[in-house]
Each structure stands twice: as structure tokens, then as C-alpha cells.
């Protein structure tokens, strides 16, 4: 039996379906007791002349004109809407013009609900509609510090944030350091660290076989996700000097990274794959790592992938930031390109060690369910 309906949400974020975000688990978690209304935005980059913006362009037109590319079916008590945006948010007029485009497209919906919906955004290119659409209250869901990141509109991000900040119902942040950011507004802000789906990660020895990494040489030290400005050449390059032999995989849709990292020998880059391959893809990999540069945004940043790459039972090495010091019992961290290097090369002689292998138990009471409760808590009633 169903549990009591609750309000609805209107959800600002990524395009659903596009990848597997924090937002869309937690979404997922709370379909049985809200009707959910996930707009699709434009998001936080401006347009730019190049293939990708041009593909990008593709597929948001395609999106309003009610062509949706082909995707897995929708969860129930879930509906998708595209609202046709500008493409840029930088100026005054970018902003103005595209409050006026949401509220147009959206208003009429919210008033037709039964009930006010509670918005929440993870985005802060929409504090503009703040006050204006006739919702029940607002809740900023803060994954990133947008205002560090490459290739986006920083200054503007950084503006429209801090007024969401001040507008927002209710606060919740994804590390501590994006809390400590949000609450130096003098604002109360929950933490909420991101969750796992412990069996979807374990293939007991059933892992298919991928195509795209038959002909790599073995062994295989993986990291998916973007690959972009964030990746430290400097740690993926003493890797693979150090290494004798093997491929260093990098999985996932590249943002603008630095030209140098894929002119380094025995480096792949693969697109994107299906979610639902990731842990066939880490029952290849004999390391899984995360090379990040150390820098405000990776400071600030919860990876998604960390208790992913956790849950897989696979040797796991990444750079010491302060969203990985919490699981520092469960993997290896490194501060040099010489460590990162050299704690590879341990895992790959060694394996995952026992004590590892232990202390990634308390995974359990790190699922998706339980941080949907607590969000719903804190944020929704």
C-alpha cells in the first residue's frame, strides 16, 4: 500500500536521464509519496562554438519540440518538461528574458495543481523566479561550488547563487565545505553526503563483457565521469611512467581538458557508457582511481563516484580532498604525483587489503533511501 501523497515538487536540475545525478537518485526515492515535475534547463554553460555546444544545441531542440531522444521509460508519478530558455545567462537581458520564458511555460502548470508544489533547484540560474511562481516554498539542493568552476559562467553563477542563498526555504549542501560556504550567509544549512545502491555495484563474478575495452592492454586502471580541467596531468602522466605496462581508461564526456592529458602514451579516453554498465566496467578495472587537481571546486565537491567506486570491491586510490578524507579507512589517498603513482602500483601487486575490505561495511547505512528520508525531513515537510 501507497504512503500518504504528499506535496508536489518541482524539480529545477539536469536534463533527466542525461546521467545519473545525485538529484535524479534522490528523485527517484521520493516517487512514492510526491507527483514530480523535472524540468530540463539549459544549464550552467553558454553557448560556444564548438562540436559539442553544436550537439548540445541538437538535443535541447529536439527536447522542445517534443522529440525526445530515445531513453528508458519514466518511473511513475514522474513527469519531464522541457521549457523552451535562451541559450545564455550572462547579461541582464540573458536573465530577464529567460525568467519571463519559465514563468510563461511554468505558471499555468503550478496553478493547476491541486496543491502548491515545493521547488527545489539545484541550480542557481533560476533565484529569478523566486517570488514569483505561486509555489509553497524554495529549497536550494547545493551539489557544487559553481562559482569555481572551469568553464561556466562563474560571475554570474556566483550572483545568482548568493540570492538564492538568501531567498531559499531551506538549505542542503552535498560536502562540508559547500555547507561552511553556505552558511557563512548566516543561513542554517543540513549536510547531506551523497548515497549508494550497494547491490546494483556488486556483479558476484557475473560481469559481461564490454566491447570498448577489448583491445586494451591489461591491467586496467579506470576512472569515469567528466573529463576536464579538474584532471591532474601531472598525476595521470607520473602514472603512467611508472607504470610497465597496462592502460590508464578514462571513461566518460569530455568538458574542455587539457589538451596534454591524451598526448600521454597508454591514456584512453572511451565515451560515455550506459549507467547500468559502470559495474561491469569496474569488475574490469584492477584500480579505480580519481587524479583530481587540487582546487577550489574539487575542494568544495562531494564525488558522486566515491562511494561508487567504493561499493564495486575494487582497489580504489584518488587524491586527498577533504570529501575523501571521511572514507581515508576504505581507500588510498595521495597528496603527489610520485604517491598516486607508487599507491597504484601497490594495488596492483596487492590488491584490495583486508582491512579495506572492512571498514567499506558501514557503506550499508549509506543508501539512497535513507538520504531521500532525510532530505524529505529537512526540507519537504
Known amino acids: 500500500m501507497l504512503a500518504r501523497r504528499r506535496p508536489p515538487l518541482l524539480v529545477f536540475a539536469d536534463d533527466w536521464g542525461r546521467h545519473p545525478s545525485s538529484c535524479q537518485h534522490l528523485v527517484r526515492h521520493l516517487l512514492e509519496r510526491h507527483e514530480v515535475y523535472w524540468v530540463n534547463t539549459i544549464g550552467t554553460r553558454e553557448p560556444r562554438l564548438n562540436l559539442a555546444t553544436l550537439r548540445r544545441g541538437f538535443e535541447k531542440i529536439s527536447d522542445w519540440a517534443q522529440r525526445p531522444r530515445a531513453a528508458q521509460p519514466l518511473p511513475a508519478n514522474l513527469r519531464v518538461l522541457n521549457p523552451r530558455m535562451w541559450p545564455w545567462i550572462s547579461r541582464q537581458f540573458d536573465q530577464a528574458l529567460n525568467r519571463e520564458?519559465?514563468?510563461?511555460?511554468?505558471?499555468?502548470?503550478?496553478?493547476?495543481?491541486?496543491?502548491?508544489?515545493?521547488?527545489?533547484?539545484?541550480?542557481?540560474?533560476?533565484?529569478?523566479?523566486?517570488?514569483?511562481?505561486?509555489?509553497?516554498?524554495?529549497?536550494y539542493y547545493c551539489v557544487d561550488d559553481f562559482g569555481e568552476w572551469p568553464g561556466l559562467a562563474q560571475a554570474t553563477l556566483r550572483r545568482t547563487e548568493e540570492r538564492l542563498i538568501r531567498r531559499a526555504d531551506a538549505l542542503v549542501a552535498v560536502s562540508e565545505t559547500l555547507q561552511d560556504k553556505l552558511a557563512r550567509q548566516g543561513r542554517p544549512v543540513h549536510l547531506l553526503t551523497h548515497g549508494i545502491e550497494p547491490g546494483f555495484w556488486a556483479v558476484n563474478g557475473s560481469a559481461r563483457a564490454l566491447p570498448s575495452l577489448d583491445r586494451l592492454p591489461r591491467p586496467?586502471?579506470?576512472?569515469?565521469?567528466?573529463?576536464?580541467?579538474?584532471?591532474?596531468?601531472?598525476?595521470?602522466?607520473?602514472?603512467?611512467m611508472d607504470l610497465e605496462g597496462g592502460t590508464v581508461v578514462l571513461v566518460g564526456p569530455q568538458s574542455d581538458p587539457d589538451p596534454s592529458l591524451f598526448e600521454i602514451p597508454r591514456v584512453v579516453h572511451v565515451p560515455p557508457l550506459p549507467f547500468d554498465s559502470l559495474p561491469h566496467l569496474a569488475a574490469a578495472a584492477?584500480?579505480?582511481?580519481?587524479?583530481?587537481?587540487?582546487?577550489?571546486?574539487?575542494?568544495?565537491?562531494?564525488?558522486l563516484k566515491l562511494k561508487e567506486y567504493l561499493a564495486t570491491?575494487?582497489?580504489?586510490?584518488?587524491?586527498?580532498?577533504?570529501?575523501?578524507?571521511?572514507?581515508?579507512?576504505?581507500?588510498?589517498?595521495?597528496?603527489?604525483?610520485?604517491?598516486?603513482?607508487?599507491?597504484?602500483?601497490?594495488?596492483?601487486?596487492?590488491?584490495?587489503?583486508?582491512?579495506?575490505?572492512?571498514?567499506?561495511?558501514?557503506?550499508?547505512?549509506?543508501?539512497?533511501?535513507d538520504k531521500a528520508s532525510r532530505f524529505e525531513s529537512w526540507s519537504l515537510t
Open 286 to 303: 584492477a584500480v579505480l582511481m580519481m587524479p583530481y587537481a587540487d582546487l577550489p571546486v574539487t575542494r568544495a565537491m562531494q564525488p
Open 101 to 139: 520564458l519559465l514563468f510563461r511555460q511554468l505558471a499555468p502548470l503550478v496553478r493547476s495543481l491541486p496543491a502548491p508544489p515545493i521547488a527545489v533547484t539545484t541550480l542557481p540560474i533560476v533565484s529569478d523566479l523566486m517570488g514569483l511562481l505561486p509555489v509553497q516554498r524554495w529549497v
Open 313 to 369: 570491491g575494487r582497489p580504489v586510490v584518488v587524491r586527498d580532498l577533504p570529501a575523501n578524507r571521511a572514507w581515508s579507512d576504505c581507500l588510498d589517498l595521495a597528496n603527489t604525483p610520485e604517491a598516486f603513482a607508487r599507491l597504484v602500483r601497490l594495488r596492483l601487486a596487492e590488491g584490495l587489503p583486508s582491512d579495506q575490505r572492512q571498514a567499506r561495511r558501514r557503506l550499508a547505512g549509506e543508501t539512497w533511501a
Open 220 to 240: 586496467l586502471i579506470v576512472f569515469w565521469g567528466v573529463v576536464d580541467r579538474r584532471m591532474d596531468v601531472a598525476f595521470v602522466r607520473q602514472l603512467v
